[in-house]
C-alpha cells in the first residue's frame, strides 16, 4: 500500500487548512495557528574515477520535505509532504517518488490525548519500542495508526499504541502493538512529594504480528512479544537508572532464522556537582534484533532501539571510525569524567579550564556455537558465561580540554586512541581490526560581536586500513548572516601512491532571519555515517550540493 496523495488531493488539503485563516482575517475570530518547515537537499554529480565516485545517470539528486501543523486549543493536525527525485547517493533506493507520508490529527486534554495517522513514539529507553526520524541516515520507522495517552491519575501515566510500520514509501507487513505504564511515586504519594529521593517505574509489552507465509523450511511464530521494566532514582546529586528487556523467539533473516529468545540490559549511574560529573554505564544485548519484518534487514522496519554506549563524535577523524550497535549480541560499557578548574588555579588561568575524559567498550558476548545436529531448539548458540566478554568490538579511550585563553580567543584540544573491528562492525569479514590515534586542535578567535575565524586541524594515525590521514578546515562567519569555509582531508599515509588523495571542499551559505542557503563543492570520500550506534553507508562523490531550509 502507498502512502501517497493525488497533486490535486494534496492542494486541496492545503487550501482547507489555509481557508479558514482568510476568513478569520474578516470577521477577527481566532482559529488558531499554522506553523511549519521546509528543507531541500539537492546534489550534482561528477565522475570521479580517481576517489570510486560513480556516473549517475540522472546526473542530479534531490531529497525534499515540507512540515505543515495546525493548532487549535485541544486540536492539532499536520502532514508532511516528501518527494525523492531521485534520493540522494547513499540513501536506500526504496526512497522513491513524492508523497504526504506522515499525517495526524490528535486531540489532548489534561487526562487524555488520542493520535491517529502518524505517529513517533518511545516506551523507556528504547529497549523495546521506539519510533523516529533522523534524515541524516534516511532513517524513518513511525506508525500508522492509533495511540492513545492517559493520564488517569496523578503520577500514572498509559500509552498504547497500535499500528503499522512505515517502510520507505509504503507499509510494512507486520502490525505492532503496546502499552507502557510508568509511576512517579513523588507524584502518586503526597507524603513523598517534598522528599529528595525521586524514584520512578515503568513497564512495557510490545508485540508484533505476521503471517506466516508458509513457504520457508521452518514453522515462524506470526506473534512475537517482548517485555520490559525499568526504574529511575534520583536523589540530589545522583541518578541512577536501569532498564531490563526480554523477548521471545523470534526467528528472522536478521539472527539467521535461529529460535533463541532476546534479552537487553542497560544499566547507569551519574554523579553531579558544580564543576565536577561522573558517569557509568553498561550495557548487554542478546539476540535482541526486533522487527515488524522477519525477512528485513540493514536498518528497515526496526521496533526497537539499543542506544550506542559509546561518545558521539562529531570530528571527522573522531567519527571516521564509528561504533554501530550490533543488536544480535554485544556486552559493552561507558565511563565518564568532567571536571572544571577553577579560574586563579595553576591549571584553570584566568577563565578556568574543562576537562573531558571518557573511556568506552564494546565487545561480543562469550558465546559457543551448537552444533546443528543436536541442536532440536535451533537456539543456534549458548552463552559460556551471562557478562563474559568476547571478541573486541570497538574501543575508545579520549580526553578533551576546552580552554578560553582571553575574551576573543580560546581552544579545544582532543586526543583519541581508538579500535575498531571492521570486519564485526562494517560486516565484512575479510578485514582486520584498525588501531588508530587521533588528535583534534579546534581555535576560534573573535574579531568582534560579529567577525570571527575558527581552525579545525585533525590527524589521524593507523597502519592498518588505509593508511594515516590529515584533515583541514577554516571557517569565517560574519553573524548573523554569512559563513564560507574551506577543508581538505588527505589521505598522506595510503601505501597504494595513487589513492593518497585530497578531498578539498568548500562552502557558503547565507542566513536570512529563519530561512539559510548553504551551497558546497567538493569531494566527499566513502565511508560510514553513524548517530547513536544506526548507520549508513555514505558513498564517494564529486560535485555540487544545495541547501535550503526554513520555518514558518
Known amino acids: ?88 547517493q547513499g540513501f536506500d533506493p526504496r526512497y522513491k517518488g513524492t508523497g504526504i507520508l506522515y499525517r495526524y490529527a490528535a486531540y489532548t486534554t489534561d487526562e487524555l490525548q488520542v493520535t491517529v495517522g502518524s505517529f513517533y513514539e518511545q516506551f523507556g529507553n528504547g529497549l523495546i519500542l521506539r519510533t523516529y526520524e533522523d534524515r541524516g541516515l534516511g532513517y524513518d520507522n513511525a506508525l500508522e495508526g492509533l495511540r492513545v495517552k492517559l493520564h488517569p491519575y496523578k503520577g500514572v501515566y498509559i500509552k498504547c499504541i497500535y499500528g503499522l510500520q512505515r517502510s520507505f514509501m509504503t507499509y510494512g507487513p507486520g502490525t505492532v502493538r503496546g502499552v507502557d505504564a510508568e509511576v512517579n511515586f513523588n507524584e502518586l504519594f503526597t507524603s513523598l512529594a517534598s522528599k529528595k529521593t525521586s524514584i520512578l517505574l515503568g513497564g512495557s509489552f510490545v508485540s508484533k504480528f505476521q503471517p506466516d507465509a508458509g513457504t520457508g523450511a ?88 539499543l542506544p550506542s554506549l559509546t561518545r558521539q563524535h562529531t570530528y571527522s577523524m573522531l567519527a571516521f571510525y564509528p561504533d554501530a550497535t550490533q543488536n544480535t549480541g554485544e556486552i559493552g560499557y561507558q565511563a565518564e569524567l568532567t571536571y572544571k578548574f577553577n579560574k586563579g588555579t595553576p591549571l584553570g588561568g584566568k577563565y578556568g579550564t574543562n576537562l573531558l575524559v571518557n573511556f568506552s567498550s564494546v565487545s561480543g558476548l562469550d558465546t559457543a556455537r551448537l552444533n546443528p545436529a543436536s541442536d532440536s531448539s535451533r537456539a543456534g548458540y549458548k552463552n559460556r558465561s551471562y557478562f563474559g566478554f568476547g571478541q573486541k568490538y570497538f574501543e575508545d579511550f579520549n580526553i578533551e580540554i576546552d580552554k578560553k585563553l582571553s575574551p576573543k580567543f580560546k581552544f579545544i584540544a582532543i586526543y583519541s586512541y581508538q579500535t575498531y573491528n571492521k570486519g564485526v562492525l562494517q560486516g565484512e569479514p575479510q578485514y582486520h581490526t584498525i588501531y588508530s590515534h587521533i588528535g583534534v586542535m579546534d581555535l576560534i578567535y573573535k574579531f568582534s560581536d560579529t567577525l570571527s575565524i575558527r581552525f579545525e586541524l585533525e590527524h589521524l594515525y593507523t597502519k592498518e586500513d588505509q593508511g594515516a590521514w590529515a584533515s583541514g578546515l577554516v571557517e569565517f562567519t560574519i553573524a548573523p548572516k554569512w559563513f564560507v569555509a574551506a577543508s581538505d582531508q588527505w589521505n598522506y599515509g595510503n601505501s597504494i601512491v595513487a589513492d593518497q588523495t585530497h578531498y578539498y571542499n568548500g562552502t557558503i551559505g547565507y542566513i536570512q532571519k529563519t530561512n539559510r542557503y548553504q551551497i558546497s563543492y567538493g569531494k566527499q570520500r566513502a565511508g560510514i555515517y553513524c548517530v547513536g550506534g544506526v548507520c549508513r553507508t555514505v558513498p564517494a562523490s564529486n560535485g555540487f550540493t544545495f541547501t535550503i531550509i526554513s520555518s514558518f
Open 1 to 88: 500500500m502507498k502512502l501517497t496523495l493525488t497533486h490535486t488531493s494534496f492542494f486541496s488539503l492545503l487550501l482547507f487548512l489555509v481557508s479558514p485563516f482568510a476568513q478569520a482575517q474578516n470577521t477577527g475570530m481566532n482559529l488558531g495557528e499554522i506553523h511549519g518547515n521546509f528543507q531541500t537537499d539537492m546534489q550534482y554529480y561528477n565522475a570521479d574515477p580517481s576517489i570510486g565516485a560513480p556516473a549517475v545517470p540522472e546526473k542530479t539528486g534531490m531529497n525534499g520535505f515540507l512540515n505543515l501543523n495546525y493548532t487549535r486549543d485541544k486540536f492539532s493536525a499536520g502532514l508532511r509532504y516528501e518527494t525523492y527525485l531521485g534520493a540522494l
Open 218 to 305: 521452518y514453522i515462524v511464530p506470526q506473534n512475537v512479544g517482548a517485555w520490559a521494566e525499568r526504574l529511575n532514582i534520583h536523589r540530589e546529586k545522583i541518578t541512577i537508572q536501569a532498564e531490563y528487556a526480554y523477548k521471545i523467539n523470534d526467528p528472522s533473516f536478521a539472527n539467521n532464522y535461529i529460535y533463541k529468545p532476546g534479552e537487553a540490559l542497560l544499566v547507569s549511574a551519574s554523579y553531579s556537582q558544580k564543576g565536577l560529573g561522573f558517569s557509568l554505564s553498561g550495557k548487554r544485548v542478546d539476540n535482541m534484533d526486533f522487527r515488524s519484518d522477519r525477512s528485513a534487514s540493514i536498518n528497515n522496519l526496526e521496533i526497537n532501539y
